[in-house]
């Protein structure tokens, strides 16, 4: 059995969902400890417990526990096994993140999944549904998995109430996917308003108009529970598409939330990679599935650093980060 430090690194909830989805893919079972113990509320919230209890059901495992506020978790799993699922987090916490969990195992079972997932689909800190949808599962579909992800209710943080539909084709990731060169860019913008005025949007896209050179802007009103705003630009490149979101909050008035992702985007500009943070996040255990691959990205944060840890301690590969030039830093994964 693997025991992780659920301490490590930057010591949230993405070392249990890569413990999690690498204890599926390998067989191999995990304990867990010192779950989430680097946040203000450390332990299993009910995101992290929906995840978990999605691992169990889709790999027929044996959990020791399995309870709100836990920091320990034992998990042991059996055959994998795709089909229809329903999971829902109960609160505005991220859907997105539940599929992250499960998603690693599924594409490498021997059936066709379909998920219902209910919770946050635009939530802050976490992949958004739009992300997965533009950015990561194209690349994911590159390497032989397919997944069609479908938007059924929006759901913002903190009302919830959203819910997606994915269908999942396995074929386990081969090749080697190496993401160097980023060429042109086309910068797209979109404000996304629910329950609050289209001014909000407009705002926020005026200040951002001021700071990137956008081929487009628009303000898109939808419905949903609760109020949500979503700033987002999409990069189109001829290799990769990008995707930048910020989130509108209660007393942070709309040009703050423009400059800050204005920010994002400008340092992805300057540095000229393709990848950017939280891509470069999430590419590493499909890359380490595939056994290669290397991309070009900005800075790895502490969240991936951590994250290529967990995934070392499971399968036979090695991450090497070097920076050839400021700014611009190479990753490569490497059979051990």
């Not at 081929?215 to 949500?228: I, N």
Request: proline residues 6%; glycine residues 12%.
């Amino acid at each position: 059995m693997i025991t992780i430090d659920g301490s490590m690194g930057e010591g949230g909830g993405q070392v249990l969902r890569s413990s999690l989805a690498l204890s599926m893919i390998t067989g191999q079972p995990v304990h867990i400890v010192g779950i989430r113990a680097g946040r203000k509320k450390p332990g299993l919230l009910r995101q992290h417990l929906t995840g978990l209890r999605a691992a169990v059901a889709i790999s027929d495992a044996e959990v020791e526990g399995d309870a709100l506020g836990s920091r320990e978790v034992t998990f042991r799993p059996r055959a994998v096994r795709g089909g229809r699922h329903r999971f829902a987090v109960g609160s505005a916490g991220s859907a997105n993140l539940v599929l992250q969990t499960v998603l690693p195992a599924l594409i490498a079972a021997g059936e066709t999944s379909e998920l219902t997932l209910e919770g946050g689909t635009h939530n802050p800190k976490s992949p958004t549904f739009h992300f997965l949808v533009q950015t990561f599962l194209p690349l994911l579909a590159r390497l032989g998995p397919s997944v069609e992800l479908t938007l059924d209710r929006w759901g913002f943080y903190p009302a919830g109430g959203g819910a997606m539909t994915a269908r999942i084709h396995p074929a386990r990731p081969s090749g080697r996917l190496s993401l160097r060169k980023r060429g042109e860019v086309r910068l797209e913008a979109v404000a996304v308003v629910c329950n609050i005025p289209d001014s909000v949007g407009s705002r926020e896209l005026k200040v951002l108009g001021r700071s990137l050179d956008l081929a487009s802007a628009e303000v898109l009103k939808v419905s949903g529970p609760g109020p949500g705003n979503v700033l987002q630009v999409t990069a189109r490149t001829d290799d990769v598409v990008e995707t930048f979101t910020a989130f509108g909050e209660k007393s942070v008035r709309a040009e703050e939330v423009a400059k800050s992702l204005a920010r994002e985007v400008k340092a992805w500009l300057a540095a000229d990679v393709p990848v950017g943070e939280h891509l470069a996040d999430q590419l590493l255990l499909p890359l380490a599935m595939a056994g290669g691959g290397s991309f070009a990205t900005v800075a790895p944060s502490l969240h991936t650093l951590t994250n290529m840890a967990v995934v070392e301690r499971f399968l036979p590969v090695s991450f090497a980060s070097t920076e050839p030039v400021p700014g611009r830093w190479e990753v490569a994964l490497q059979p051990r």
